[in-house]
Each structure stands twice: as structure tokens, then as C-alpha cells.
């Protein structure tokens, strides 16, 4: 069974993913020539990710004039503090705060619900501490 928690952690993930994309280390990277764009994209999620077998990480490191160095937990820490103005949006309630913690932790300001959980006052709480702004749909797009 998944949980709203498990989407909110995944949707956290891919964010992170996508913000770092667009590092500065990132944007510099040398490829060497002839290197088609799907292999780049591969590469650079791969980097991200930094979880390679000695296989991959001896083929991945033939697709640059020099290997970047990894990026370092501080380095991806205040890149992803630096991003503001993110928005999370769900096709149902949020029946706990949890997913508002989570959200915090890649720069969500803006929330966007169904509303009508019994939790929903918990969740308002979350996005105020947070200084989200927490819009209530009252849509519920998301059916048993």
C-alpha cells in the first residue's frame, strides 16, 4: 500500500533531482565529442545520484574530456536550500503533517488540496509554521 508520505518522498526526490540539473558544476560539465543528448541526460542522473557499480563508473567516465569531481553533501544541501517558490500539489487531502515536513525540505511554499481531512487543521498548522500558502481546491480528484 502507498502512503501520500511515500508520493510526497518521491516527489521530493524527483524535485531534488531536477534543481540539481541545474547546478553550476553540472551546467560545466565537458563531454567529449559525438555524445548523443539521451547519453548526457543519462549521465548527469547518474552523477546525481552518485550510485555506480565500477562498471558504470568506468563507462560513465569516459563520456568527459576530464571526470568532475562529486558533488559534495554540503554542495547539494545549499543548492536545494537555495530553491524557493516550489509548489506541491495533490489530488487528494494530506491526512497528516508529515508530507508538509517533507515538502519543506526542498523549498515548497505553495500548497495546493483538496482539503476535508480530519486532519486538516495539523496540516494548516504545518503549512504556517512553514509559511506556506495552502490553498484548499475542495476537488477531489483522487477516488476509492
Known amino acids: 500500500m502507498l502512503f501520500l508520505i511515500d508520493c510526497v518522498l518521491l516527489a521530493k526526490l524527483k524535485a531534488k533531482t531536477w534543481f540539481l540539473r541545474r547546478h553550476p558544476k553540472i551546467l560545466d560539465f565537458k563531454f567529449v565529442d559525438k555524445i548523443k543528448k539521451q547519453d548526457k ?17 568506468n563507462r560513465w567516465s569516459q563520456l568527459f574530456d576530464s571526470v568532475p569531481e562529486p558533488l559534495s553533501l554540503a554542495e547539494i544541501n545549499n543548492y536545494i536550500k537555495e530553491q524557493t517558490n516550489v509548489l506541491l ?56
Open 89 to 144: 500539489a495533490s489530488d487528494a487531502f494530506f491526512p497528516y503533517r508529515d508530507s508538509i515536513d517533507k515538502a519543506s525540505q526542498i523549498g515548497v511554499k505553495y500548497v495546493v488540496q483538496p482539503g476535508g481531512s480530519i486532519a486538516d487543521k495539523s496540516v494548516i498548522t504545518a503549512c504556517n509554521e512553514y509559511n506556506m500558502v495552502m490553498v484548499n481546491s475542495n476537488i477531489r480528484l483522487f477516488h476509492h
Open 41 to 57: 541526460a543519462n549521465a548527469i542522473i547518474s552523477y546525481i545520484e552518485n550510485d555506480f557499480t565500477d562498471i558504470e563508473y
